[in-house]
C-alpha cells in the first residue's frame, strides 16, 4: 500500500495515498467561529467550499507551523448518495511516500477512544509511522457540520 508521509512535530505519520487527491501549499483561510480550534478554516477548491483541519493542532494541541513544506493534503470520501466530499488536512514536511503491505501494520496495546483516526503503527528503519484513518476524519467533520457538498438548507425549497 503506498503511503504519503508527513509530520507532526517530530512523529511521523502516514495516509493512505489512493484516497489524496492532490497537495497543495497552504493558502490563506478564512476562519469559522464556533468550531474547535484544529479546525483552520474554510477555502475555495476548484469551486467548492473546503473545511481544513490541522493535524497538527487535533493531534498535539499546536498549530502548523508556517514553513515551506507546510501543505494541505486534499482526501476525498464518497456520500451515500455516490456525491464526493473533499476534506483539507495541514500537516508539515509533507515531503515523501512510502510502499509497505498492510500486513505490516501494527497495532498498538494503547486504545484510542479519544482519536480513534489514530491507526496502527508501521516499523519502519527510521522509527514508528502512525496511521491515520481517513473514515474516521471524515465522520468527525460530518459530526461538527463541515462536510461539503451537503445540500445547502439555508435555500428555501421550490414546492
Known sequence: MLMLLFYIGKDSYAIE??????VIPRVPLRKINH????????????????????????IQGKPSGFKLSTRIIMVSSSTNDNRLQYLGL???????????????????DARMNV????GGM?????????RI???????????????????????????
Open 17 to 22: 495515498s489512493s484516497r489524496v487527491v492532490e
Open 115 to 118: 482519536a480513534p483516526y489514530l
Open 90 to 108: 495541514m500537516a508539515e514536511r509533507v515531503i515523501k511516500t512510502l510502499n509497505k503491505p498492510e500486513t505490516e501494520l501494527v497495532n498498538s
Open 35 to 58: 468550531v474547535p480550534e484544529y479546525i483552520a478554516g474554510l477555502f475555495n477548491y476548484r469551486g467548492k467550499i473546503a473545511p481544513v483541519i490541522d493535524l497538527c493542532h487535533l
Open 133 to 159: 484513518h481517513l473514515d474516521q476524519l471524515f465522520t468527525d467533520a460530518r459530526h461538527l457540520y463541515l462536510a461539503v457538498g451537503e445540500p445547502n438548507t439555508d435555500e428555501p425549497s421550490k414546492n
Open 122 to 130: 508501521i516499523l519502519d528503519q527510521n522509527g514508528m509511522i502512525q
